[in-house]
């Protein structure tokens, strides 16, 4: 599932520039897709602007070559599974209920879950390492493990696409990089997934191309040897960077200077 924005505009009200201005970019189907920039830069906005959330004033955004605006947002739900930043839950409800809320655009009014949805949930949970919490209500979950449950939920869609907004930010180092290789083995079988994130080192390690923004325009959009490199980065946010190669991980390492 391809996902393409030409020329895209998107300006919040009051605002004195747009979030996003004039921004094109390609996640090819089956990629590994890492949006980078600094805060502010538009990271979270092109997320929205590519699932039809806010609309682009200029411009169009494309998934599988079909504008957004005429995708039916159950068909979207179906094959694009999403995990933003953050979301808040108000009522009671417990893990497994959680997860299984993954499997609602395949099913009808009022249908109950089938065996093909069950395991679809108990799948998702196992990879994601959260089985021990099936009876947990969400409330009584520390960050990292309610970060896992949320991308489970998402993979129990069984999506062609996935757009996760800083999925890793509250995991520690083993689940964090369980769920990179579980996103990387997805693209494998051809999953494209759209990864925002702030971690240059994981994305240039796990990414195929790579998008970076500043100040809602594209600095560097390419291979992660295209876009991490010492000029871009400095420029984009704003401190002196040096960029070698890692040989463990075969990748570029950023290491940031003194000022």
């Known amino acids: 599932m391809k996902f393409e924005t030409t020329n895209l505009v998107i300006k ?3 605002q ?34 590519l699932l039809g959330i806010v609309r682009a004033d200029q411009g169009r955004a494309l998934i599988a070559e079909r504008n957004i605006s005429k995708w039916n947002r159950k068909a ?19 893990v497994r209920e959680m997860v299984g809320m993954g499997r609602y655009p395949h099913l009808g009014p009022l249908e109950g879950e089938g ?46 696409a996935l757009i996760l907004d800083e ?4 995991l520690d ?14 693209v494998g079988s ?22 970076l923004l500043s100040e809602g325009q ?3 959009e390419g291979t992660p040897d295209e876009v991490v490199n010492e000029e871009a980065l400095a420029e984009v946010y704003g401190w002196p960077v040096k960029v070698e190669w890692e040989p463990t991980t075969g990748s570029p390492r950023v290491t940031p200077l003194r000022s």
């Open 173 to 186: 180092i083993k689940h964090e990089m369980e769920i990179l290789e579980l996103l990387k083995q997805s």
């Open 167 to 170: 999925p890793t930010s509250s």
């Open 76 to 94: 979207l739900a179906r094959v694009i599974g999403v995990v933003s930043q953050s979301e808040t839950v108000s009522f009671p409800i417990t």
């Open 115 to 160: 065996s093909k949805d069950r395991a679809a949930v108990y799948e998702a949970l196992e990879v994601c390492d959260v089985t021990h919490l099936v009876n947990r209500d969400l409330s009584t979950l520390s960050g990292g493990e309610l970060q896992r449950v949320r991308i489970a939920r998402a993979l129990a869609q069984e999506p062609m």
């Open 16 to 49: 004195g520039r747009p979030a996003l201005n004039g921004v094109n970019m390609s996640a090819p189907s089956g990629s590994f897709y890492a949006v980078l920039g600094p805060n502010g830069s538009g990271k979270s906005t092109l997320m929205k602007g």
């Open 12 to 14: 919040y009200p009051g």
């Open 190 to 211: 051809g999953l494209t997934v759209i990864l925002i994130t702030h971690g240059l080192d994981l994305a240039a390690r796990f990414s195929d191309r790579m998008l």
């Open 218 to 220: 594209v600095a560097v």
